[in-house]
């Protein structure tokens, strides 16, 4: 039942992070018509209190709020403008794009939207535990009815920081995401510099942590490489969607942006080495399997998805 006051939401996109996203809004007493192309997690949102809708364009018809949660920009493309959803917004709703997406591509798109449809860019980081506990940052851009109306709903997923005017909210995704893969491309690196010369991986771990070496990557993510599953829960594919994105972004600089650069070219090696459907952190498998070292870490790693 929807709690009163609460505007009727429609979700597409049911995978790692917009299933749980879909599932915390139910819990927060929202009317969810939720859409996927996966029958199996479309199922899981009706067990949790979902009403199923036939296809995207009915999603969107029905929809006060109306959210896509999408790997790519060209899934945009083929829900919002090839399929139909777009058009099929009433007026009066909002849409809001959880994606990491291409920042020309949201505003051509809220340009072509149906008079009196607003549009709000808003993805999202945090990783699949911060989707399922609520615990994620949203980066929200667009004007400030919309997006008041947006975060409404948006403040049961996390905390929703306004950015800016349409577009922005892309733009500081891509940048916290320029800054992860930096990270996740070095911590090989400081393993094994560490390692190679006497130090214990548990001790750098523990040293890095307190340390100026801190960082998300550090905590977060670096239990999946001592488990050696590399987190599978987000792929070397998506990682390399996102440093285009970004590439596209530093046109606009004026000047190389080096680091960047290079964690491009080190993902890139990875999925070249391992294949782009395997897990982020095969970035510093590299390291184990070139320095004949291994970076297993005997310890209770939960998976952070299952967390």
């Given at each position: 039942?929807t709690?009163?006051?609460?505007?009727?939401?429609?979700?597409?996109?049911?995978?790692?992070?917009?299933?749980?996203?879909?599932?915390?809004?139910?819990r927060?007493?929202?009317?969810?018509?939720?859409?996927?192309?996966?029958?199996?997690?479309?199922?899981?949102?009706?067990?949790?209190?979902?009403?199923?809708?036939s296809?995207?364009?009915?999603?969107?018809?029905q929809?006060?709020l109306f959210?896509?949660?999408?790997?790519?920009p060209?899934?945009?493309?083929?829900?919002?403008?090839?399929?139909?959803?777009?058009?099929?917004?009433?007026?009066?709703?909002?849409?809001?794009?959880?994606?990491?997406?291409?920042?020309?591509?949201?505003?051509?798109?809220?340009?072509?939207?149906?008079e009196?449809?607003?549009?709000?860019?808003?993805?999202?980081?945090?990783?699949?535990?911060?989707?399922?506990?609520?615990?994620?940052?949203?980066?929200?851009?667009?004007?400030?009815?919309?997006?008041?109306?947006?975060?409404?709903?948006l403040?049961h997923?996390?905390?929703?920081?306004?950015?800016g005017?349409l577009?922005?909210?892309?733009?500081?995704?891509?940048?916290?995401?320029?800054l992860?893969?930096?990270?996740?491309?070095?911590?090989?690196?400081?393993?094994?510099?560490?390692?190679?010369?006497g130090?214990?991986?548990?001790?750098?771990?523990?040293?890095?942590?307190?340390?100026?070496?801190?960082?998300?990557?550090?905590?977060?993510?670096?239990?999946?490489?001592?488990?050696?599953?590399?987190d599978?829960?987000?792929?070397?594919?998506?990682?390399l969607?996102?440093?285009?994105l970004?590439?596209?972004?530093?046109?606009?600089v004026?000047?190389?942006?080096?680091?960047?650069?290079?964690?491009?070219?080190?993902?890139?090696?990875?999925?070249?080495?391992?294949?782009?459907d395997?897990?982020?952190?095969h970035?510093?498998?590299?390291?184990e399997?070139?320095?004949?070292l291994?970076?297993?870490?005997?310890?209770?790693?939960?998976?952070?998805?299952?967390?």
């Open positions: 039942m709690s009163p006051g609460r505007e009727r939401v429609g979700f597409v996109g049911l995978g790692n992070m917009g299933g749980p996203m879909c599932t915390n809004l139910l927060a007493g929202y009317e969810v018509v939720a859409f996927d192309l996966n029958d199996e997690a479309l199922a899981i949102q009706v067990e949790a209190g979902a009403i199923a809708a296809s995207a364009v009915d999603c969107a018809a929809a006060e959210m896509t949660s999408l790997p790519r060209d899934h945009v493309i083929a829900v919002m403008r090839d399929g139909g959803a777009l058009a099929a917004l009433k007026p009066g709703s909002v849409w809001i794009d959880l994606t990491t997406n291409r920042i020309e591509l949201v505003r051509e798109l809220a340009a072509e939207a149906p009196g449809v607003d549009v709000v860019d808003c993805p999202v980081t945090g990783a699949v535990d911060g989707a399922r506990n609520g615990t994620m940052t949203l980066f929200l851009g667009g004007e400030e009815a919309p997006a008041a109306r947006a975060t409404t709903a403040d997923l996390g905390r929703v920081i306004a950015c005017k577009g922005t909210g892309t733009v500081v995704k891509l940048v916290t995401n320029q992860w893969f930096i990270h996740a491309a070095s911590i090989g690196e400081g393993f094994a510099l560490g390692m190679a010369n130090v214990e991986l548990n001790v750098l771990w523990d040293a890095i942590k307190d340390s100026v070496g801190d960082s998300f990557v550090a905590r977060h993510d670096a239990p999946s490489i001592f488990a050696g599953h590399y599978p829960s987000f792929s070397l594919d998506l990682c969607k996102d440093l285009g970004i590439r596209d972004l530093s046109n606009n004026g000047t190389d942006l080096v680091m960047t650069e290079a964690a491009h070219g080190v993902f890139d090696d990875a999925a070249q080495t391992y294949g782009r395997v897990g982020e952190l970035v510093a498998k590299r390291l399997d070139r320095s004949d291994s970076f297993r870490l005997d310890g209770d790693w939960v998976p952070h998805w299952e967390k």
